[in-house]
């Protein structure tokens, strides 16, 4: 089956600094890759995305680093914030399908 | 306000009895799609649609049924749910696919299965 690994599980981050997630996938077919936000109790929110031919992707304080060679991808979110705590799924699609990582819970210290 | 809208909400159920979950969006696109979301397994697709009329099944779709007779409408049923049913639903959409466009979701489903 196809699959998307996404670490950590859990990462705690304090005020101001630098929140790191990273995934791998496997099927170099897929050729869209998002990231989702979920805050408790709501459905995952469209982040972030970037495409397999661009290598960096920035908005505000949110990046994606990808790298087509070793099948990886990650999000950086710079001067991390209180509400910036949430759940963090990376995501890759090919076509009509979607395969999502396990997800990462993000909580920044104030 | 676009949207997608799921009811309902909550839902425990006992095994076996047929339950439908539904899932409306009024932004005209093309794409809907349910998702599963575990513990640990981040989302899984169950099913999707292309179009009215057009489904196909994505990772987990074994014990869901789905149809698409109008565009905005895109429910799921559970014809015999059992206990390993019990997760938080998602449905979502996108104009015309999740590789070309933002895919939108609704606020979820949880269902228990008892």
């Known amino acids: 089956q196809q699959q998307v690994k996404q670490s950590p599980q859990s990462l705690i981050v304090q005020k101001g600094g630098i929140s790191i997630i990273n995934c791998a996938y496997e099927?170099?077919?897929?050729?869209?890759f998002p990231w989702y936000q979920q805050f408790p109790g709501k459905g995952p929110a469209l982040l972030i995305a970037i495409r397999p031919d661009v290598s960096e992707k920035k908005e505000g304080r949110f990046t994606i680093s990808f790298n087509k060679s070793a099948k990886q991808f990650s999000l950086h979110i710079m001067d991390s914030q209180p509400g910036d705590s949430a759940t963090y799924f990376c995501?890759?699609?090919?076509?009509?399908?979607?395969?999502f990582g396990a997800g990462t819970r993000l909580f920044v210290k104030a | 306000e676009a949207q997608v809208t799921q009811n309902p909400r909550y839902l425990i159920t006992v095994t076996g009895k047929k339950l439908t979950v539904t899932c409306s969006q009024n932004?005209?696109?093309?794409?809907m799609s349910w998702y599963r979301q575990d513990p640990g397994l981040g989302l899984r697709q169950i099913y999707y649609?292309?179009?009215?009329?057009?489904?196909d099944k994505g990772d987990v779709p074994e014990g869901y049924k789905v149809s698409r007779k109008e565009k905005r409408n895109f429910p799921l049923i559970l014809e015999s749910p059992s206990p390993n049913q019990t997760s938080l639903y998602f449905c979502?959409?996108?104009?015309?696919?999740?590789?070309?466009?933002?895919?939108?979701f609704g606020p979820g489903t949880r269902l228990t299965v008892l």
């Open positions: 649609s292309m179009n009215v009329e057009v489904t």
């Open positions: 979502a959409s996108s104009l015309t696919s999740p590789s070309t466009d933002t895919q939108y």
């Open positions: 099927n170099t077919a897929f050729d869209y």
């Open positions: 932004m005209n696109h093309e794409y």
């Open positions: 995501a890759a699609t090919r076509g009509f399908k979607t395969i």
